[in-house]
């Protein structure tokens, strides 16, 4: 399990990890580490199945999942600076990686993790504009999966310095966490 995040994190920090924007085919090779994740994960999924039982696999594959999202979500919340390109160059990606990892959990995982929240909550971040963000925030869609200083971190990364934006990122504060 160990080796498709350290996979995934060795292909991407080659490429000036997620935040390599501007180097050529960054996106494509994002793309490429994602599918052989999923396919290194549907691999160990094989062999599990062959040789465990249901409910000694079934952790091996959602502790596998678990990880590779929670490191996809450290080097996203900590990007200085993400251009609209970059921001949705990064979402798209995110979603190919969810869908294929939809696929390969369908039948063996019910609950969705709290990394796997956090995950889609980020693709939406990527996504929406600030007023959005503010508000999701505020009715604790947010605030209940992340703490305001990553909040405000990404919003600063995706979004120009202005006196109206910094205002409206001043209103992300709150830890509920």
């Given at each position: 399990?160990?080796?498709s995040t350290q996979s995934t994190g060795a292909?991407?920090?080659?490429?000036g990890g997620l935040d390599g924007q501007?180097?050529?085919?960054?996106?494509?090779?994002?793309?490429?580490?994602?599918?052989?994740?999923?396919a290194?994960?549907?691999?160990y999924v094989t062999a599990w199945k062959k040789n465990l039982p249901k409910d000694k696999y079934q952790p091996l594959l959602q502790s596998t999942i678990d990880t590779t999202?929670?490191?996809?979500?450290v080097d996203t919340?900590?990007?200085?600076?993400?251009?609209?390109?970059?921001?949705?160059?990064?979402?798209?990606?995110?979603?190919?990686?969810?869908?294929?990892?939809?696929?390969?959990?369908?039948?063996?995982?019910?609950e969705d993790s709290e990394s796997w929240i956090r995950f889609k909550l980020v693709i939406g971040v990527l996504d929406?504009?600030?007023?959005?963000?503010?508000?999701?925030?505020?009715?604790?869609?947010?605030?209940?999966?992340?703490r305001s200083s990553e909040i405000q971190h990404l919003v600063k990364a995706?979004?120009?310095?202005?006196?109206?934006?910094?205002a409206l990122r001043r209103r992300i504060t709150g830890d509920i966490l």
């Open positions: 399990a160990v080796v292909l991407i920090r080659q490429v501007g180097k050529e085919n960054h996106g494509l090779v994002i793309e490429m580490a994602f599918v052989q994740t999923v290194l994960i549907n691999k999202l929670k490191l996809l979500l919340l900590t990007i200085p600076d993400i251009s609209a390109k970059h921001s949705t160059c990064l979402s798209n990606n995110f979603n190919l990686l969810l869908d294929q990892l939809s696929k390969v959990r369908s039948d063996d995982l019910v929406d504009g600030l007023v959005k963000i503010v508000e999701n925030w505020e009715n604790g869609t947010l605030s209940k999966y992340f995706l979004f120009q310095n202005t006196d109206k934006n910094a």
